[in-house]
């Protein structure tokens, strides 16, 4: 059942393989701008801790993992959400959704993966191993079950985010003016740069309950810190919860959107 | 000078129109100026609360307050993004269409420029009296320091724009123009005090951004404001490394636009 | 003295080559071969003021090239040319607002606004008095008739309607010299024509000299005495267009549609074989011929369909020329 989606996954990756191979030294140049924005996040990170030892309870190395947990999340976007979407939000615009519909395919599944952009796997590579490295230094070493943790709770922080971009381009059959929507995504997503923790009561509340941002990015640094009592069950089962929650959630809205746009359409 | 008034308050005049046709969209990219700044904010807040004396760098919280939130401001007022669209006009043919006129194509970008700003001020003033209220900045500034701030502020502003322009130019030589711009804008934000302010930083790094115009765009101006620079010598002195930026990066774009245009006319057209 | 003098020009553009594969594209990296275009080779001309000159030849043939030489966005590898008695590629503003260039989809007009409100942002560039641009803006929307769309956006405009209005904005400042690259392309045949008699209307009533670039055969025959030939950045001919018919010999293109493959029937009798496919056929014939020729097409085979047509430039360069004409892209 698995079989015929992975190969057209693989398919879509092949293309933007390809893509990379043409264009070698744009990916240069890209890479370059990529490890830049991570060097300029490990030395803002370097210059609040020349002036504290410690951020609401947050140490340099603890926020180390965070910083790579910022920029996994912010590749994983990049690489396959923010370009698909675009690419969902055009179609609608244009009408071209309908070669989509035609396709034997789940079409959410379909608008998912049409593209990959595959270089900004750097992104992903980079931020991992500077979490590894803030793992590695409030341990020792890196614990396995940490390893674990992490990744558990990475895979549903990044569920999270895609049923929110869902979310937000299913609006778009609504309201088809609303292209630059992935600056409100940005905006938003731009207060995970840092711990939660460091915000008033109110603000945390939001960014937990009503924004889901804390788990995509805070908890799972949480996870990633190697102290299991930095991170209760009740935050690993409520992430869980959340996206499976919100994938049924997006779903639904998108499954309606789609009936409103052949309706219109017809 | 009269013929160069009127164009450019044609153009004001025309971009603002353009702007307002764009209205949700120039908001979305404003409220970026005022998230950063807000958690940037936080986080210093947070780490002075975990200092015993409850200070970052020798400033109080008030002052961390009215550090970030003065920022927000000089910020949002010395924007300038044409190292965004350089590549843009030149790709799509746009620029030939502006060399055809008989006026430098620099003057519509700054009319583009103030008509962003003067659009958007309907949102963010509003948002910054907000701001105000939630964070309760503390101002020491004198009623002198503080027109003496504006000029700094006016003065970074142009700086700003001018080298942004400076750099854009770049575009006529490569499509990587983009890379060139995060150089920019990480070194906006490290040594020009964005980030955190300068006496937060490392010894030598100060001394480099002490070198680099950088700080003059940012931290200067906002120091200003907030009354920080007391000795007024120094404040002087600032003004004048200012003016002395300024009128380097005017020269600067006068020579590399004549560069620019004679390697455009060279090869695109 | 002419108005417009050109002696020698010549523009040769280095164009990055590459070749497939990983070795090549590696290697470009750090050595990049460099392949030279002659855009236009020593062409020489002069117009005199008032005149209306068309410059014919396929794509990449140097019409654009040399426009944008003369509009003084392309500097020149060699040659020179004066332009009432200046040279563009100095750009002097007031070389720029006495003349004008039209180029295609390149716009002038602001894309999210009324078209009114370009033409006065170009009014106040171009600093046109008051009094004369009301004047100047009521002479071209009746000329053009678009006072029913001055008041829509750019964006919601048809491609006929945009092009008029960019034919108004780019008149605004009364230029002595119009440079028009393409100015009926991608519109239909009824707008083609309406922009043929404006810009005829314009010569004679200002006296402005007028150099236009066309592909359309019937551009060029409706507007210009005189035209120039160009082709692989060289000029071919210059002269009088009638001089030009008789050179060309006229021809006519029949295409046929058959309802079936008439196997060995033997076309090339008829005229030159343009296409030969199992059941479509282009023939190029004298112009005298051709309605024996389809005469005798319809009488013989089993014929779908018939169209007799003027031959694309392309064919009829070649034809009276002798030049093989390769598709280059137009820089």
Not at chain 2, 57 to 66: D, E, M
Not at chain 2, 169 to 179: E, G, I, R, S
Not at chain 3, 11 to 17: A, I, L, M, N
Request: net charge positive.
């Amino acid at each position: 059942m698995l079989r015929r989606p992975l190969k057209l996954m693989g398919l879509f990756l092949k293309v933007s393989v390809l893509n990379v191979a043409a264009y070698r030294f744009d990916m240069l140049v890209r890479v370059f701008v990529s490890l830049m924005h991570l060097v300029a996040d490990l030395g803002s990170v370097w210059i609040i801790f020349h002036n504290t030892k410690s951020v609401a309870g947050w140490t340099a190395a603890h926020m180390m993992v965070l910083v790579g947990v910022f920029r996994i999340v912010a590749g994983g976007i990049r690489i396959l959400i923010v370009p698909n979407m675009r690419r969902v939000l055009e179609d609608i615009m244009e009408g071209t959704l309908d070669f989509v519909l035609l396709r034997p395919v789940n079409a959410q599944f379909l608008v998912s993966i049409r593209e990959v952009v595959v270089w900004r796997i750097v992104d992903i590579v980079l931020g991992a191993a500077v979490s590894a490295y803030g793992c590695y230094q409030l341990n020792g070493h890196v614990p396995i079950q940490s390893v674990f943790l992490f990744v558990l709770m990475l895979s549903a922080g990044f569920t999270i985010v895609y049923c929110f971009w869902l979310m937000l381009a299913t609006l778009c059959f609504w309201f088809v003016r609303i292209q630059n929507i992935e600056m409100v995504f940005w905006n938003v997503f731009e207060a995970g740069r840092f711990p939660i923790q460091v915000y008033p009561n109110w603000l945390q509340w939001t960014l937990t309950y009503l924004i889901p941002l804390a788990f995509i990015t805070t908890f799972p640094a949480m996870a990633g810190s190697g102290d299991p009592t930095k991170i209760s069950p009740q935050i690993v089962l409520t992430a869980i919860f959340m996206a499976v929650l919100m994938f049924v959630l997006s779903s639904w809205f998108w499954r309606i959107g789609l009936k409103r746009y052949s309706g219109a359409s017809a | 000078m009269r013929r160069l008034a009127r164009a450019v308050s044609a153009l004001l005049r025309v971009e603002i129109a353009t702007m307002l046709q764009y209205r949700g969209e120039i908001v979305l990219w404003s409220t970026w100026g005022l998230v950063n700044p807000l958690v940037l904010y936080a986080i210093f807040k947070a780490g002075a609360m975990s200092n015993d004396n409850h200070q970052m760098a020798g400033l109080t919280v008030p002052q961390i307050a009215a550090y970030y939130f003065t920022m927000m401001i000089v910020g949002h007022v010395t924007a300038a993004w044409d190292t965004h669209e350089m590549s843009w006009y030149i790709r799509t043919g746009r620029m030939s269409a502006m060399l055809l006129r008989p006026i430098l194509p620099m003057w519509k970008s700054m009319a583009g420029n103030l008509a962003y700003k003067i659009c958007t001020l309907a949102f963010v003033g509003p948002m910054w009296i907000l701001v105000a209220f939630l964070i309760r900045p503390e101002f020491n500034a004198t009623p002198k320091q503080f027109m003496l701030g504006l000029l700094a502020v006016v003065l970074a502003g142009l700086m700003n724009y001018f080298l942004t322009y400076v750099v854009a130019l770049v575009a006529f030589w490569t499509t990587k123009l983009d890379a060139v711009g995060e150089i920019y804008f990480g070194l906006a934000m490290f040594v020009g005090g964005r980030l955190a302010p300068l006496d937060a930083l490392p010894g030598p790094i100060r001394v480099v951004a002490d070198v680099l115009p950088f700080k003059y765009m940012a931290a200067f101006p906002v120091e200003m404001l907030m009354g920080r620079i007391t000795v007024e010598a120094e404040a002087f002195r600032g003004l004048m490394v200012q003016a002395a930026w300024l009128v380097a990066s005017l020269i600067l774009f006068r020579c590399l636009w004549a560069v620019a245009l004679k390697r455009y006319t060279a090869v695109s057209g | 003295m002419p108005q417009i003098d050109v002696h020698n020009l010549t523009k040769t553009f280095k164009v990055p080559e590459r070749e497939g594969g990983v070795g090549a594209a590696m290697k470009s990296l750090f050595r990049r071969k460099q392949k030279e275009v002659h855009a236009v080779s020593d062409v020489s001309f002069s117009v005199a003021q008032g005149e209306i000159v068309g410059f014919l030849g396929p794509n990449g043939a140097g019409k654009t090239t040399t426009l944008k030489m003369l509009s003084g966005l392309l500097h020149p590898t060699s040659g020179s040319a004066t332009v009432m008695d200046q040279v563009p590629w100095k750009r002097d503003a007031t070389y720029l607002r006495r003349i004008s260039m039209l180029m295609g989809q390149r716009s002038q007009l602001q894309w999210d606004l009324p078209a009114t409100d370009s033409f006065y942002v170009h009014s106040a560039i171009y600093d046109i008095p008051k009094d004369q641009y009301q004047q100047t803006l009521d002479e071209l929307v009746a000329l053009l008739d678009i006072g029913g769309i001055l008041k829509k956006q750019v964006r919601t405009m048809s491609l006929g309607e945009r092009m008029k209005c960019e034919i108004c904005v780019s008149l605004l400042h009364r230029p002595s010299v119009l440079f028009l690259d393409e100015p009926t392309i991608g519109v239909d045949i009824t707008m083609q024509s309406r922009i043929r008699q404006f810009i005829g209307e314009y010569n004679r009533k200002h006296g402005a000299t007028i150099i236009l670039t066309s592909h359309y055969m019937a551009d060029v025959v409706a507007l210009c005495k005189r035209i120039i030939v160009i082709d692989h950045g060289r000029i071919l001919f210059d002269g009088q267009l009638d001089a030009l018919s008789e050179k060309l010999a006229p021809f006519k293109v029949i295409k046929i549609d058959l309802d079936r493959d008439v196997g060995a029937y033997d076309f090339a009798a008829l005229g030159d074989v343009l296409v030969r496919e199992s059941r479509k056929v282009e023939l190029r014939v004298p112009r005298a011929n051709a309605p024996g020729v389809a005469e005798q097409l319809l009488s013989q085979l089993p014929v779908q369909d018939l169209t007799i047509e003027d031959p694309p430039i392309e064919h009829v360069i070649e034809k009276a020329f002798g030049t093989k004409l390769e598709k280059a892209v137009d820089a």
